[in-house]
């Protein structure tokens, strides 16, 4: 039987136990640092998986999950810190729908921690974007209500905050053919009006599940082609400015299975404090015929100037960044 991580050093795509010993559910998820804590959350799958049609694949919403960590190998449950709603099929977090990808910042001029995600009917037609707030990073969040970007669909997402302070949603738009870059109203909680369209008009060869770090004054956003829950080869792109031209640079994983993302999908890329050029790339395997059994694919991502690259490792721990 596949013995489970249990928390003394990265053992990417083995099953994950939290400190109580239950498998940490906060996939398509982001971390946020916080005096010392890192705070993860994501999308809690621990439901039955049912198969829709057209290769839909989902579980019933739970809500997001947040889990506190200071060594990101021990994680907390801290609880669904948004739940699913359970009686109001018309409410964006119905059980009946999808609520992807959370990702959350802090606010320091209006202290709120704000978190957006994706929200989406089961056949991903609504495709917008949600918004919740909340005075702790550990919740409760309150749900604010969900928009179309820019009036543009907006289906998997990120967030980005710049040392300036200013804040970019990023989402994949216009039936995946270009990924938005939008920057956020000083509170955060909507859009300024600046965009610009990002990565036009591949077709069929669209971006998703973006994450975006900085480097050397430079900007980076790895991102997967579009194959639903199937694997597909990661592309890293970089930029002078958020709102500026990205150029694609390639695919940073390297060895065997690059191409398929080490059999994963990227959610967010963490910058190691203190280590210029030493990141975490953490990415989803997802297993489509069971969701909840998903797996988190966590690697080391190193920059040498615009050079990314993120290799395999069975099990690693920090000390490589050493
Ligand atoms: C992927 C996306 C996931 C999820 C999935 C549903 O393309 O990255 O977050 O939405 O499709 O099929």
Redesign the pocket.
């Given at each position: 039987m596949e013995r489970p991580g249990v928390g003394e050093c990265f053992e990417p795509g083995k099953v994950w136990l939290d400190v109580a010993g239950a498998p940490i559910q906060a996939h398509?998820g982001g971390i946020l640092y916080d005096c010392g804590t890192y705070y993860w959350f994501g999308e809690n799958k621990d439901g039955e998986t049912k198969f829709v049609a057209n290769?839909?694949?989902r579980v019933d919403v739970v809500g997001i999950s947040c889990y506190s960590s200071r060594d990101l190998l021990h994680w907390k449950h801290e609880g669904v810190v948004l739940p699913a709603n359970m009686d109001d099929p018309a409410h964006d977090l119905h059980v009946s729908k999808?609520a992807?990808?959370p990702k959350v910042i802090y606010n320091a001029a209006t202290r709120q921690y704000v978190m957006w995600l994706?929200v989406d009917t089961y056949k991903?037609e609504y495709a917008r974007a949600g918004v919740a707030v909340s005075d702790a990073p550990t919740g409760p969040y309150r749900y604010l209500g969900s928009s179309r970007p820019n009036d543009a669909e907006s289906?998997?997402m990120t967030v980005f905050q710049d040392d300036d302070g200013s804040a970019y949603l990023i989402y994949s738009s216009e039936r995946h053919s270009t990924l938005h870059i939008s920057r956020l109203t000083p509170d955060y909680l909507g859009q300024s009006g600046q965009f610009i369209r990002a990565f036009v008009t591949r077709p069929l060869n669209g971006r998703?599940?973006p994450a975006v770090f900085m480097h050397d004054g430079h900007y980076f956003m790895v991102s997967?082609g579009?194959?639903?829950?199937d694997a597909n080869p990661a592309e890293y792109a970089m930029a002078r400015s958020m709102l500026g031209e990205w150029q694609v640079l390639g695919d940073p994983c390297c060895g065997p299975d690059h191409e398929t993302t080490f059999h994963a999908?990227s959610t967010f890329v963490l910058p190691m404090p203190g280590r210029p050029g030493c990141f975490i790339f953490m990415a989803d395997r997802w297993q489509k015929e069971n969701l909840r059994d998903s797996r988190y694919v966590w690697l080391p991502l190193r920059m040498s100037g615009s050079h990314a690259t993120i290799a395999w490792h069975d099990r690693w721990d920090c000390s490589v960044f050493a």
């Open positions: 398509g290769e839909v694949h999808v992807e990808r994706h991903y289906r998997d998703e599940a997967s579009c194959t639903g829950w999908q």
